[in-house]
């Protein structure tokens, strides 16, 4: 048998991380359990040196379903290790947190999740942290924002919700030369598509309650990097903070990762063929996937990422009640705010999960009124068509 570093993804997204108890069952078991028992005091003492692999002691530092769920996403993600997490917003939360100190400066994609905006606006700078924002897609922006006292660059590889990609190599090479680490919260891109590690990312996060679930049950995060990073830096901020992942959600989640290769490979040829249907509509503006080849980037999409993803944006031109007649009219897809699920989800950013920007910054953003999110599911392609093809039509 080869060993698992050799393995292709399919193989590794199946076998890897599995812990088999000794009744050999096939489907993992889950360890739902907070501790662990020491057969004598001198174990007990033995097993709080934390000496060895598997030594576990409590749920809060590590469980054994949790370390199964960790070892496959690291091996699908070609990392060294990872650390699971609570929720995607722990991940990032707690990775940025265990890496930075007072004094420290954080450039960022100004293109950000709202609550990761949050964390780098409100939270890091009330502990002496000096955060600033750029224009992701702007190179010169970039280079002019990093100093030799950056100890972070944070981004979004695929922003949420206008599908900007930012060129990871040459964000990377600028902030390796100015000693910066980089911090890449990839959940547009997926485990599937990503290409982060091998494009110099430093840290790669996940919000594993997306793609990872894959069908709405469980929140879930990951932070992703070397054994010294994992282990050293995030593992003693966490285990003490407290943001650690439930055994049930890593057993879904380790489910999750067995079918992703197939989930994401089908949602993304389904948004390609949806994307490319629905360009020139006469009631949309813009169409913006980066499948598409008039996307602004790409070029850049084809060349870091595996595939353009599940998700892709839609404009439409009459504004915020076009769209909400749209969303009223669909009866395959749902309105709802999550992505990545195997049902086709569509929301208004402008009213829901960008609501609390101001118009000026929804504005700077390409958030516009009659702008649509539509997370891409795994109906049928047919089916979908048509009902985005009504619902355009209701518009
Ligand atoms: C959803 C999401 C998060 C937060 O993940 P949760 O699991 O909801 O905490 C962070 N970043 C991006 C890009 C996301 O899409």
Redesign the pocket.
């Known amino acids: 048998m080869t060993s698992f570093q050799d393995w292709k993804p399919r193989t590794v997204a199946v076998h890897t991380g599995a812990r088999r108890s000794q009744y050999g069952e096939v489907a993992e078991a889950i360890c739902l359990t907070q501790g662990f028992v020491y057969p004598s005091a001198e174990a007990a003492e033995a097993r709080f040196l934390q000496t060895g692999e598997d030594e576990f002691i409590y749920a809060r530092y590590g469980n054994p379903t949790v370390a199964a769920f960790e070892a496959r996403i690291a091996a699908l993600e070609g990392t060294e290790d990872a650390f699971a997490t609570a ?4 991940a ?1 939360s707690g990775a940025l947190m265990a890496m930075l100190r007072a004094g420290d400066h954080v450039v960022a994609a100004r293109a950000l ?1 709202g ?2 905006l949050y964390v780098l606006e409100e939270v890091l700078t009330r502990y002496g942290v000096r955060v600033d924002l750029v224009d992701g897609t702007d190179l010169d922006a970039w280079r002019a924002a990093i100093t030799p006292q950056t100890a972070v660059v944070f981004l ?1 590889t695929v922003s ?1 919700p206008t599908l900007e990609v930012i060129d990871l190599p040459a964000v990377t090479a600028l902030a390796h030369e100015a000693g910066a680490r980089v911090v890449v ?1 990839n ?2 891109a997926t485990p599937v598509f990503s290409r982060a590690a091998d494009h110099g990312a430093d840290v790669i996060i996940y ?4 793609h990872i679930d894959g069908q709405g049950r469980c ?3 990951v932070i992703l990097g070397s054994r010294d990073f994992i282990r050293g830096t995030v593992e003693p901020y966490m285990k003490h903070t407290g943001g650690a992942m439930s055994p049930f959600n890593a057993w879904v989640l380790l489910n999750g990762l067995t079918t992703l290769d197939l989930r994401v490979r089908a949602q993304t040829e389904t948004a390609q063929a949806l994307a490319q249907a629905l360009q020139g509509h006469p009631k949309l503006a813009r169409v913006i996937f980066p499948g598409l080849a008039d996307h602004a980037q790409h070029a850049i999409a084809k060349a870091q990422m595996g595939g353009p993803g599940t998700v892709l944006a839609l404009d439409l031109a009459d504004g915020k009640e076009a769209a909400f007649r749209f969303l009223n009219a669909l009866r395959v897809v749902l309105i709802s705010n999550n ?1 990545g699920d195997a049902r086709s989800i569509a929301t208004h950013p402008a009213t829901t999960t960008h609501q609390r920007l101001p118009d000026a910054q929804k504005a700077e953003l390409g958030i516009t009124s009659g702008l649509i999110r539509l997370s891409v599911g795994l109906e049928d392609v047919a089916d979908l068509c048509a009902d985005l093809m009504v619902a355009l039509d209701a518009a």
């Open positions: 929720s995607g917003m722990a990032v999740f609550s990761c979004e949420n919260d959940v547009f919000s594993a309650t997306k929140l879930g995060g992505l």
